[in-house]
């Protein structure tokens, strides 16, 4: 089983340049989430989704937004970037939200010049 | 709404010596607490989780971890570390008495193992 695969690896875009990550488990997991990574701050939350068909805000939802598609993927689009979204971001997948064991992808390296 | 402190942002330790690593958290309902690991270039992965009952919690690859309820901890702990075990630690919290249950990470400890 692939697990949670996320395209692209790697990204670099220009400011103002739109773009969606995209994300997808085959675990048959309920909850997905988005996350970004930045030294020294861990992961902070971006977007969620508990089930299929519901989406929520996280603790930094700014300048992005999500599509549920169905129960297998999820995806983030930024639509007009910024130098401040230069991350790595990571898609998770858990079976029942934060009480179950959340399954990462290998991330996503984005660079906004 | 939840929050975890990680206070280490760093901790260096020599091959073979005990470690710890501090989470505390915040919440106004009971939580879920998590410790994941992620080692260089690569996702996180789960190391151990604490849902309920004993409060000593024990994970992959030696490790296990406390909840301490008064004192809103749930700190990580190896007897003996090696080398293979310098990675980046993260606690992570989840409250089961809020509608959803969304996972929330602290930022992380650097556990650098020295020869």
């Known amino acids: 089983n692939a697990g949670v695969t996320q395209t692209p690896k790697f990204q670099v875009l220009k400011t103002g340049q739109s773009m969606t990550l995209q994300c997808a488990q085959d675990?048959?997991?309920?909850?997905m989430y988005w996350y970004r990574q930045d030294p020294g701050m861990g992961l902070r939350l971006i977007y969620y989704?508990?089930?299929?068909?519901?989406?929520d805000k996280g603790e930094v939802p700014n300048g992005y937004n999500v599509s549920r598609l169905n129960k297998r993927e999820f995806s983030l689009r930024l639509e007009s970037a910024a130098p401040s979204q230069t991350s790595v971001y990571f898609c998770?997948?858990?079976?029942?939200?934060?009480?179950?064991?959340?399954?990462f992808g290998q991330g996503t390296r984005l660079t906004v010049v | 709404a939840q929050s975890v402190t990680q206070l280490d942002s760093q901790v260096p330790v020599f091959e073979e010596a005990p470690v710890e690593l501090r989470c505390n958290y915040s919440s106004s309902v009971s939580v879920y607490l998590f410790w994941y690991v992620q080692y260089p270039n690569q996702g996180l992965q789960l190391l151990l989780k604490?849902?309920?009952?004993?409060?000593l919690v024990k994970g992959i690859n030696g490790f296990e971890a406390e909840f301490n309820k008064s004192q809103t901890s749930f700190h990580l702990r190896k007897p003996s570390v090696h080398i293979s075990d310098t990675a980046e630690y993260f606690c992570?919290?989840?409250?089961?008495?809020?509608?959803?249950?969304?996972?929330?990470f602290g930022t992380g400890t650097l556990l650098a193992v020295q020869p």
């Open positions: 604490y849902l309920s009952g004993s409060t």
């Open positions: 675990m048959n997991h309920n909850s």
């Open positions: 989704s508990a089930s299929e068909g519901t989406t």
């Open positions: 998770a997948s858990s079976e029942e939200g934060g009480l179950t064991e959340a399954f």
């Open positions: 992570a919290v989840s409250d089961h008495g809020g509608a959803t249950n969304k996972l929330i």
